[in-house]
């Protein structure tokens, strides 16, 4: 689309031609007249302002009624560590966004996995605030190069489900931003993201949409924000306080029992059922009458308003939606290009934690595949981001196209799998579900493959991170039977692994997608090499992680304090000698590949790190350099390391490469809560390794 067409529209010349109640139309949402945008705004016909289309992400589109490619979950692709790949899904989000005719993806989620029992760890990245952010900025870029706008969320601290409509998360300027803010700072600096999405949470006692400090003076002074702020869906809690702080949006502007279908107001409306969605928010549209009235006794300003209109105005000219044409094009959904993408996605973010060389699994193997769940794929987790794929493959379809013999028992009856919005499906007969069953067809096999997975959604946090229902006693009686045992995980998140030392290997595969089986096939016989490194620690029990108390997680009295400060993830562990179960970045690969001549070097802006990479196999291979750093010359307690650069890097059977990864100066930066961002003097450490734990080469530094 040429700058002409994207640009042929001024949006305060457009402003100034609307009265107050037209623009008042304008800044809230209202009911989609094609019933597939999750969030719509009218437009003005009268001075030519087209209406825009909001559509849920992050894992696929997910336009009402209408089918998609289901990508990985968020966190599968940070585990692939490859900002590129996440560009190239991102641009394929992007596509498949204008295909259904919307013009903006409510997606990526940058949100720091806090707690290991997250309802939404799924649909974010990473502990990690730089692997957050690079990330993030690859996927917006990716949507951003469709013209479609990104739309970032949720800001900030957003990192329950649990009482999320009215838990403050009590936090100090120092965690916000070194852990919490950082991946919306890059966002917005970094990728030029045009939306941000405010969290349904307060921060601090403040309700994130009339959070002055955080919308006003950070993200769009300090940072220099120029495109719009919507509210999360039934997030935005006045009128007054919500406008002149920032929020530019109410979304979805109607009342939740005029926006969903009667059945999903049914699901989630005044029952306290176990298993039931809690109540949404009974709010007005504050920005409706309400702002008009407050525009009009002068209590708002109109400037306030107009300053919202060009804000969104500003993003629809600079995406083309003042260019004509239709940007719906039903031929790029479900391309062949796109399905191979989402396979690559499930592969490069799968993650071998433990092999003691069962796998790669040979031809002609016998497989019993064993698992509640395993003739169905794991598309994703339930709530906004559920996506309807035109295909999908199971472990089972996945591994029968494959293998010459494969048995299948489900072992212990299905794990039931939350979901907003009711499909209609029956639930498959399980009465013959048996881990005698499973036992017997193991004994008989040359390998087992146990398929597990747990139930995350939006709007609950897991229990706990032990695998639900009798999957522990299936892994265990399996692995007591079988000659090899393989256990294939299909988590949000963290598990625990009580069974870990009975079975052979282990691969997490987080939440595959559409090319579920595929994928899983393709590693478990070593079409590929299984690309992933853990964006999260894996501990041994939930009590190993921060916000272990009640007054920390979920919160007493709507009060979650954050008392860990910038010990969160990896950074926890460390500072308190717990030995995980699985470390921060940890994966292994099919090939052997060895470093040397590891070096560091001064540049004008930081540092520049240099290694020689060989894999000496016979087989081509994966492996993630990682950058860590240790701010000792800080006149304040920082973490013993903190990831600061990475490459993932692939290798042919004897190839070698040398690997070059720059690191700034700012990459030692503290949050000073008098001074700011501060460097200081001193002598600190930099740390090149394969993990938060397994460092190969360490080195002193002057600042």
């Not at 005719?101 to 502990?127: A, K, M, T």
């Not at 926006?259 to 409706?288: K, L, N, R, T, W």
């Not at 899983?520 to 999260?536: K, S």
């Not at 009590?543 to 272990?548: L, N």
Request: some cysteine; glycine content about 10%; proline content about 5%.
């Amino acid at each position: 689309m040429s700058e002409s067409n994207k640009h042929q529209a001024d949006p305060r010349t457009l402003v100034e031609k609307l009265s107050l109640a037209e623009k008042i139309e304008l800044v809230h949402g209202t009911t989609d007249p094609d019933g597939k945008a999750t969030g719509y705004l009218p437009g003005n016909e009268r001075v030519g302002i087209p209406s825009l289309r909001m559509v849920d992400g992050p894992l696929g589109v997910r336009a009402m009624g209408e089918r998609a490619t289901a990508f990985p979950s968020s966190i599968a692709l940070a585990a692939s560590w490859r900002p590129d790949l996440a560009r190239e899904f991102g641009a394929a989000l992007g596509r498949e966004t204008a295909a259904h005719g919307q013009d903006v993806i409510l997606g990526p989620g940058v949100n720091i996995v806090r707690v290991p029992q997250g309802g939404r760890n799924f649909e974010y990245y990473s502990e990690d605030p730089y692997l957050t952010a690079q990330l993030a900025v690859g996927t917006i870029r990716g949507i951003q190069s469709e013209d479609i706008a990104a739309t970032v969320k949720h800001y900030a601290a957003n990192n329950q489900e649990t009482n999320r409509y009215e838990v403050s998360a009590d936090v100090s300027e120092r965690a916000l931003r070194e852990i919490y803010l950082p991946a919306f700072r890059a966002a917005v600096e970094e990728a030029d993201v045009h939306s941000v999405m405010t969290a349904y949470n307060r921060v601090n006692g403040v309700y994130m949409g009339e959070h002055e400090r955080l919308l006003t003076d950070v993200l769009k002074d300090e940072w220099g924000f120029d495109g719009f702020v919507v509210s999360d869906w039934w997030g935005t809690r006045s009128t007054v306080p919500a406008a002149r702080a920032g929020l530019d949006i109410e979304m979805p502007g109607v009342e939740f029992s005029e926006y969903v279908p009667e059945e999903v107001v049914d699901q989630v409306e005044g029952s306290d059922d176990e298993g039931d969605f809690p109540p949404i928010p009974d709010v007005p549209a504050y920005f409706g009458a309400p702002l008009q009235e407050a525009a009009e006794s002068g209590e708002v300003d109109e400037a306030v308003v107009d300053e919202k209109l060009q804000r969104l105005l500003g993003v629809m000219a600079s995406i083309g939606c003042f260019a004509d044409g239709d940007r719906s094009d039903d031929s790029a959904l479900d391309t062949a290009d796109h399905r191979q993408l989402a396979r690559n996605v499930a592969i490069d973010g799968t993650v071998m934690l433990t092999n003691d060389g069962t796998l790669p699994l040979s031809d002609s193997d016998s497989i019993a595949l064993i698992g509640p769940n395993a003739d169905a794929a794991k598309l994703g987790g339930g709530g906004s981001s559920e996506v309807s794929p035109f295909t999908e493959t199971s472990p089972l379809a996945g591994l029968t196209e494959r293998a010459s013999d494969v048995t299948f028992e489900r072992g212990v009856p299905s794990i039931e799998e939350s979901s907003f919005f009711d499909d209609g499906d029956a639930a498959p007969e399980e009465s013959d579900a048996s881990i005698d069953a499973a036992v017997s067809i193991a004994a008989d096999a040359d390998c087992a493959v146990v398929v597990a997975q747990d139930d995350a959604t939006e709007f609950r946090d897991r229990p706990d991170i032990e695998l639900p229902g009798e999957q522990n006693d299936l892994i265990a009686a399996v692995a007591d039977a079988a000659e090899r045992t393989v256990v294939v995980l299909r988590t949000s998140g963290p598990v625990e692994m009580p069974w870990l030392d009975a079975v052979d290997a282990v691969l997490e595969t987080w939440y595959p997608g559409q090319a579920d089986g595929v994928a899983l096939a393709d590693v478990l016989f070593g079409d590929a090499d299984p690309g992933g490194r853990l964006p999260v620690t894996f501990g041994q029990s939930a009590a190993d992680y921060p916000a272990t108390s009640e007054e920390a997680f979920p919160g007493t009295d709507d009060v979650a304090t954050y008392d860990e400060g910038i010990f969160v993830g990896y950074r926890h562990f460390d500072r308190h000698d717990t030995e995980p179960l699985f470390p921060f970045g940890h994966g292994l690969s099919y090939a052997s590949i060895e470093y040397d001549e590891v070096a560091v070097s001064k540049t004008a802006a930081g540092f520049e790190i240099t290694t020689d990479l060989t894999n000496v196999s016979g087989r081509a291979g994966t492996e993630v350099v990682q950058v860590y750093v240790d701010k000792g010359a800080a006149p304040v307690e920082t973490p013993d390391r903190e990831l600061a650069g990475f490459a993932a890097v692939s290798l042919g059977a004897g190839e070698s490469t040398t690997v070059t990864i720059r690191i700034d100066d700012d990459a030692f930066e503290y949050y000073d809560e008098d001074a700011g961002w501060t460097v200081a003097d001193g002598t600190n450490t930099v740390y090149v390794g394969r993990s938060s734990r397994d460092i190969t080469a360490r080195f002193t530094v002057d600042i």
